[in-house]
C-alpha cells in the first residue's frame, strides 16, 4: 500500500535517559484545575466537573526550542502545566486503576491567544482558533514513572525573563491525576500516546517577542522557551 501524498511525521518528545522516542498520539488539557487560576479567570473552583479541550500533536515545541509569536493576536498568555503521557488507554477507566495506563510525566505550557479565546467565549464558539494554533503546546522531555514515581505535590513555577509568574503546587490541583484519566476516558476512549495537560496555577499572563521563559516542576524536570 502507498500513500497518495507524503505521510505526516509522527510527533514526538524525547525520554529522560533513554535512546527512545514517545510518540504523541493526542494532546488533551483541563481547563481551570487550580482554584486560584479559577478565580483569577472569574469562574467557581468548588469542584465543578472538569472539561477537556484539545491541541493537535503537531503544535508541540520541543524543550529549549523557540514559539514565534501567532499571527492574529496582540495577547498570547503562558500557562505552565504538569503533562502526564500514557502507555496504555482504555475507556471507562476506573480511578484506582487510572495510574496504571501511565509512562511519565513532562511539564509543559499552553499558550494561549487569550484575546482571540476571549472574543470565541462571548460568542458562544469553539476556543480552537485560541489553543490549538501552531506552536501552542511547548513541552519537556518525558520522564518514566518507574524513575519519579506518580507526583502529587511539589512545586510548580514559571519565570519569565527571570521574574517569578507562576508559583504554586501540585497539591492544589482541584481534581488529581487519577480523577482527571478517570474523568477523560469516560468521554473519550484514551489511548496510548496522549499526552494530558492538567491544568495551570493562578499567575498567567502576557509574553512579547524576546521573552524567555523557564520554569519547572519540581521532581519530574524543566522547560525553556524563547519567544520569537
Not at 135 to 151: D, K, L, N, R
Not at 192 to 206: C, H, S
Not at 216 to 228: A, E, M, P, R
Amino acid at each position: 500500500m502507498s500513500y497518495a501524498i507524503p505521510a505526516p511525521d509522527l510527533p514526538t518528545l524525547s525520554i529522560a535517559g533513554s535512546d527512545d522516542l514517545f510518540p504523541v498520539h493526542r494532546i488533551y488539557c483541563v481547563g481551570r484545575n487550580y482554584a486560584a487560576h479559577a478565580r483569577e479567570m472569574g469562574h467557581d473552583p468548588d469542584r465543578e466537573e472538569p472539561f477537556f479541550f484539545q491541541k493537535n500533536p503537531d503544535t508541540i515545541v520541543a524543550n529549549g526550542g523557540e514559539f514565534p509569536f501567532p499571527d492574529r493576536s496582540e495577547n498570547v498568555h503562558f500557562e505552565m502545566e504538569l503533562v502526564v503521557a500514557l502507555k496504555l488507554g482504555g475507556k471507562d477507566v476506573a480511578v484506582e486503576k487510572a495510574l496504571d495506563l501511565v509512562y511519565g510525566y513532562a511539564v509543559g505550557l499552553d499558550m494561549t491567544r487569550r484575546d482571540l479565546q476571549g472574543e470565541a467565549k462571548k460568542a458562544g464558539r469553539p476556543w480552537e482558533v485560541g489553543k490549538a494554533f501552531d506552536y501552542a503546546a511547548p513541552c519537556s522531555q518525558v520522564v518514566s514513572a518507574v524513575e519519579i514515581g506518580h507526583p502529587d505535590k511539589g512545586r510548580i513555577w514559571l519565570e519569565v525573563n527571570g521574574e517569578v509568574r507562576q508559583d504554586g503546587n501540585l497539591n492544589q490541583l482541584i481534581w488529581s491525576v487519577p480523577e482527571i484519566i478517570s474523568c477523560l476516558s469516560g468521554l473519550f476512549t484514551i489511548a496510548a500516546g496522549d499526552l494530558i495537560y492538567t491544568g495551570t496555577p493562578a499567575g498567567v499572563g502576557p509574553v512579547r517577542r524576546g521573552d524567555v521563559l523557564q520554569g519547572g516542576v519540581d521532581g519530574v524536570g524543566k522547560i525553556g522557551i524563547t519567544v520569537v
